[in-house]
């Protein structure tokens, strides 16, 4: 049983990794096509977002990472349905 938990956290954090990269595809795409100009606190917010998941090692550090990173989809997601772009919604694990 234990190992399949490990599995489950190891494929979680897999899955935030990816989704925290599309959250940072999504903002360089919203600077190529110049919607708005973003400080560079966003883009490194997202860049240690990556750095914290790929170095955590509990189900909360994950959780709290999640936490973090919704916040920042939500806002990117905002400026693309002013502009009438779709976005796909991620789906995040649960703690």
Do not use: C
């Not at 709290?64 to 693309?80: G, M, N, P, R, Y």
């Amino acid at each position: 049983m234990k190992k399949d938990k490990m599995h489950k956290f190891f494929d979680d954090k897999a899955m935030i990794i990816d989704n925290l990269r599309s959250i940072k595809s999504n903002l360089e795409e919203i600077e190529e096509i110049s919607l708005f100009d973003p400080d560079e606190t966003l883009y490194n917010e997202i860049l240690s977002l990556i750095d914290d998941a790929k170095a955590s090692d509990t189900s909360s550090a994950l959780a709290e990472i999640i936490q973090k990173a919704k916040v920042i989809e939500t806002a990117l997601d905002s400026w693309f349905a002013k502009e009438g772009i779709e976005t796909l919604e991620l789906s995040w694990p649960e703690f």
